[in-house]
């Protein structure tokens, strides 16, 4: 259940490694401290391999690529796996340039992410070589890339994690929807990075990257609603998301969240309603 990984997070305050970009830094670290993880935003190489090793999850997201980076994304890469330490891979602007695309396509294939998280403009890019995202922005809803972020699933053995307006979570044949959030959730930046800084958090306490992809994009959502009931415009919305995190309650889900999403999950085909931001930062 949502609720029970919300409280574990909270009890553990799992430590989330984020090799993540400039802009959202600041963002995604005082969200995951809001849902009560403990982050730690980190990029030199020389350190990568013993920090992964303190790490529940981590998180990779490619936002301001430079070669370095790289470098050390693939040594954290390296001893999360050798430690089974989850990761999320988060292919910002994957189809805008060559090397973009290149590079997401080699973490893919080097260190086989739990979790790909990503706007359906990147996650068509990574299937397709004649793909183009708008910069950071999504060209395609995510229902029209439903059978490449299956055929992504199968190719990579992981699950894909697709947010737009109603967000996706594909783990071979198995697929959520998820429907909560609002429409000024896209005037903020980094909204989509947070949400994989969140799905790290989740699967650093859930066994189940579905699952633990699912419930962070509900909790996204849910978040993202209250936010914006309280919020004037894109700046206090911001503020608000963060207090929203920080003060959820059960009853905020159960309230919110459709009923597949409150109780213990059944069948291997489950649409589900519930949270998503629509790109990343």
């Not at 997070?9 to 802009?23: A, E, F, M």
């Not at 050390?72 to 430690?83: F, N």
């Not at 958090?201 to 959502?221: E, I, L, N, S, T």
């Amino acid at each position: 259940m949502i609720w029970q990984d919300i409280q574990a997070i909270r009890g553990n305050s799992p430590l989330v490694l984020n090799i993540t970009n400039y802009v959202v830094m600041n963002t995604t670290a005082n969200a995951l401290l809001a849902l009560g993880a403990s982050p730690v935003m980190a990029h030199a190489a020389e350190e990568m391999e013993e920090m992964a090793a303190l790490a529940g999850a981590l998180i990779l997201n490619i936002g301001t690529l430079s070669a370095p980076w790289i470098e050390a994304m693939l040594k954290a890469g390296r001893e999360a796996g050798r430690r089974r330490v989850p990761i999320i891979l988060d292919p910002v602007g994957c189809g805008a340039t060559a090397f973009r695309t290149a590079t997401a396509r080699r973490l893919v294939e080097a260190l086989h992410p739990a979790v790909i998280r990503g706007n359906a403009s990147e996650i068509r890019a990574l299937m397709r070589a004649d793909s183009a995202t708008k910069g950071v922005d999504s060209l395609h809803s995510p229902d029209e890339v439903l059978e490449q972020a299956r055929a992504l699933s199968h190719a990579a053995a992981c699950v894909v994690s697709v947010s737009g307006a109603v967000d996706l979570i594909v783990a071979g044949d198995r697929v959520a929807r998820v429907r909560n959030g609002h429409p000024m959730m896209t005037r903020v930046t980094g909204m989509g990075c947070t949400a994989s800084a969140l799905t790290g958090a989740f699967a650093a306490v859930a066994a189940d990257p579905f699952q633990a992809a699912r419930h962070a994009m509900v909790v996204m959502g849910v978040a993202g609603e209250m936010a914006a009931e309280r919020a004037a415009g894109p700046g206090s919305l911001q503020m608000h998301f963060l207090d929203t995190l920080y003060g959820l309650e059960e009853s905020d889900i159960q309230r919110r969240a459709d009923a597949a999403d409150r109780g213990p999950q059944a069948g291997a085909t489950q649409p589900d309603s519930a949270a998503g931001p629509p790109s990343d930062a």
